[in-house]
């Protein structure tokens, strides 16, 4: 399912250019130097990689506790099932209630943001990765809803890794030229993504049933370990 990963930062990078576009348009990049403006690029994508790879740690952590007691098959399930609802419903992430200490959180995340925006150190550009990467995404929540399938913490981490490397190439055209992606072409990415989040969201359930279809949907994870706890014995 490392796959979805790639899938959901390719094309939900026409969504991220809406969310985080004017970030990238206002890195402070050295315009006049090419090869400097190109590392400090990169270095905002590593910043960026960096956070998305620790909230899959994170919640790939979490995952390995529901494979471990046996209910990995059962949250891919679920899993898949609130993808789909997202796509049905789109006003549920929206009305996901957030505590007063998270929007606290965010509120001084931006404002450290607003302040690296204005500096023109050599970290700046990683910093700026950094904190974009904890800013609230209904994107990037898909991919955390893939990341907590995962059977441990490095998966997970992967995961969102791979989430992030997917932006990469269209976020980097927007800091060189600006909203290109103007006009219909946009218009018929956006109307994709949903087809496309609702399909992974069918493959995380598929397989959850445990089908037995290689890569796809394989066998029962609960079944396969208690053979393997018998063997032991």
Same mark, same amino acid.
Do not use: W
């Given at each position: 399912?490392?796959?979805?990963?790639?899938?959901?930062?390719?094309?939900?990078?026409?969504?991220? !250019?809406?969310?985080?576009?004017?970030?990238?348009?206002?890195?402070?990049?050295?315009?006049?130097?090419?090869?400097?403006?190109?590392?400090?690029?990169?270095?905002?994508?590593?910043?960026?990689?960096?956070? #998305?790879?620790?909230?899959?740690?994170?919640?790939?952590?979490?995952?390995?506790?529901? #494979?471990?007691?046996?209910?990995?098959?059962?949250?891919?399930?679920?899993?898949?099932?609130?993808?789909?609802?997202?796509?049905?419903?789109?006003?549920?992430?929206?009305?996901?209630?957030?505590?007063?200490?998270?929007?606290?959180?965010?509120?001084?995340?931006?404002?450290?943001?607003?302040?690296?925006?204005?500096?023109?150190?050599?970290?700046? /550009?990683?910093?700026?990765?950094?904190?974009?990467?904890?800013?609230?995404?209904?994107?990037?929540?898909?991919?955390? /809803?893939?990341?907590?399938?995962?059977?441990?913490?490095?998966?997970?981490?992967? #995961?969102?890794?791979?989430?992030?490397?997917?932006?990469?190439?269209?976020?980097?055209?927007?800091? #060189?030229?600006?909203?290109?992606?103007?006009?219909?072409?946009?218009?018929?990415?956006?109307?994709? !993504?949903?087809?496309? *989040? *609702?399909? !992974?969201?069918?493959? /995380?359930?598929?397989?959850?049933?445990?089908?037995?279809?290689?890569?796809?949907?394989?066998?029962? !994870?609960?079944?396969?370990?208690?053979?393997?706890?018998?063997?032991?014995?």
């Amino acid at each position: 399912m490392l796959i979805s990963a790639i899938i959901f930062g390719l094309l939900g990078s026409f969504h991220c !250019i809406g969310m985080c576009g004017p970030i990238a348009f206002m890195l402070p990049v050295d315009r006049e130097n090419s090869v400097k403006s190109f590392f400090q690029i990169i270095s905002y994508h590593l910043g960026r990689l960096f956070t #998305y790879s620790l909230i899959g740690l994170l919640f790939g952590f979490l995952g390995k506790g529901f #494979y471990f007691f046996g209910f990995q098959q059962q949250l891919s399930i679920i899993v898949g099932i609130l993808m789909i609802l997202t796509i049905i419903f789109p006003t549920i992430l929206q009305k996901l209630s957030v505590s007063k200490k998270i929007s606290t959180v965010i509120l001084k995340i931006k404002n450290s943001l607003g302040k690296e925006l204005k500096k023109k150190g050599n970290d700046t /550009f990683f910093t700026i990765g950094f904190l974009n990467g904890f800013l609230p995404c209904g994107l990037v929540y898909m991919a955390v /809803f893939g990341a907590i399938t995962t059977s441990n913490a490095f998966t997970g981490s992967l #995961y969102m890794f791979l989430f992030g490397l997917g932006t990469i190439p269209l976020m980097t055209a927007f800091v #060189y030229l600006g909203n290109f992606t103007k006009g219909n072409f946009r218009k018929n990415i956006q109307r994709v !993504i949903p087809a496309m *989040v *609702v399909f !992974i969201g069918a493959l /995380f359930i598929i397989r959850g049933l445990g089908l037995g279809i290689p890569y796809i949907s394989p066998a029962a !994870i609960v079944e396969v370990a208690a053979d393997t706890v018998v063997t032991c014995h």
